[in-house]
C-alpha cells in the first residue's frame, strides 16, 4: 500500500514536488487548523479567478464563484469553520490524504496545470459518511520565485462523465 502522506514525484523533480507540497499537505493543514495565513502567500492575488463546478456534470451549470481571491479566502475560511466543528470517526488529516490524488501536474515554462481530485470520504462520529469526491483544476504559475495559484476551476465532479442522465 502507498504512503498517502509521501510526495510521489522524485527528488529530481522539484518545480511538480513543489507544487504537490502546496496543494496537498500545507493545503490540508491550513484547512483543518482553519488558518488562512499558512497558505496565503500560496496565491497570486492579481487577476485571480475561482469557478465553482458546483459538482455540476454540465459546464454550463458552473460559475463564477470566486471573481477575487478575497471572495475565495472568505468562502475557503467558512468551509474550514464549518469543518471544524464536525465530529469524525477517523482521523480527519489522515483520510483526507487517503482521498487525495495529485499525480497529473502539467508544466510549460512558467505555467502549470495540476490535477487534484478526491475520491473518498471521512467516517462521522455519528455513524454517517460524508462523501468527497470532486476534482479541481489549478492554474500555476511561477511568481516571485516560486509556484504559486493564480486560478482554478474547481468543484467539479468526480469523475466526469460515463454517468446515465434521466429526462
Known amino acids: 500500500m502507498t504512503d498517502p502522506f509521501a510526495n510521489p514525484f522524485a527528488a529530481t523533480d522539484a518545480d511538480r514536488r513543489a507544487i ?3 496543494l496537498v499537505p500545507r ?3 491550513a484547512f483543518l487548523s482553519a488558518n488562512w495565513s499558512m497558505v496565503a502567500d500560496d496565491f497570486v492575488a492579481e487577476g485571480f479567478i475561482g469557478i465553482d463546478g458546483r459538482r455540476a456534470p454540465n459546464p454550463d451549470d458552473w460559475r463564477l464563484g470566486f471573481p477575487s ?3 475565495y479566502r472568505d ?6 469553520a464549518d469543518f471544524a466543528q464536525q465530529e469524525f470517526a477517523e482521523d480527519p488529516r489522515a483520510a483526507i490524504f487517503a482521498t487525495t490524488n495529485l ?3 502539467e508544466i510549460a515554462g512558467d505555467l502549470a496545470l495540476a ?3 478526491f475520491n473518498g470520504g471521512i467516517k462521522r462520529a455519528d ?4 462523501e468527497m469526491r470532486w476534482q479541481t483544476l489549478y492554474y500555476c504559475r511561477r511568481h516571485e520565485e516560486r509556484w ?12 466526469m462523465g460515463g454517468g446515465s442522465t434521466t429526462a
Open 20 to 22: 504537490w507540497e502546496m
Open 27 to 29: 493545503d490540508i493543514d
Open 69 to 71: 481571491l478575497d471572495a
Open 75 to 80: 468562502e475557503w475560511l467558512r468551509q474550514a
Open 103 to 105: 499525480t497529473e501536474i
Open 115 to 117: 490535477h487534484k481530485k
Open 127 to 130: 455513524g454517517g459518511y460524508d
Open 148 to 159: 504559486k495559484i493564480s486560478g482554478f476551476t474547481g468543484y467539479m465532479p468526480y469523475p
